[in-house]
């Protein structure tokens, strides 16, 4: 596994943007795909994206066009562009790890909040 510490969140305004970053500690984290997730009050976490160790990424349908998931593995980093925010981006967002090849994401980071004001 590999320790993970997100940064970036805050509040935005809608049509704004942030970029969240998430660091990762520990051993061959470009042998990990990453992803981030979301969980907003009262409702289910969701996956948001994911980039594999090779680069290819998926996004869920809502933030298609409006959010890019990309990596540094140099310094062992994973970002989230976040841009045209809207009230319903607001969420606690989750960085996540998983070794590649494994079914589910076994490493996560304590979570950085995101709140977009109407």
């Known amino acids: 596994q590999v320790q993970l510490q997100e940064s970036g969140g805050g509040l935005v305004q809608t049509g704004g943007s942030l970029r969240l970053s998430c660091v990762a500690s520990?051993?061959?984290?470009?042998?990990?795909?990453m992803g981030w997730y979301r969980q907003a009050p009262g409702k289910q976490r969701e996956l948001v994206a994911v980039?594999?160790?090779?680069?290819?990424?998926n996004y869920t349908d809502s933030v298609k066009g409006r959010f890019t998931i990309s990596r540094t593995n140099a310094k062992n980093t994973v970002y989230l562009q976040m841009s045209s925010l809207k009230p319903e981006d607001t969420a606690a967002y989750y960085c996540?790890?998983?070794?590649?090849?494994?079914?589910?994401?076994?490493?996560w980071g304590q979570g950085t909040q995101v709140t977009v004001s109407s």
């Open positions: 520990g051993s061959r984290f470009r042998m990990h795909d």
């Open positions: 980039i594999t160790i090779g680069g290819s990424t």
């Open positions: 996540a790890a998983k070794v590649y090849g494994a079914t589910d994401f076994d490493s």
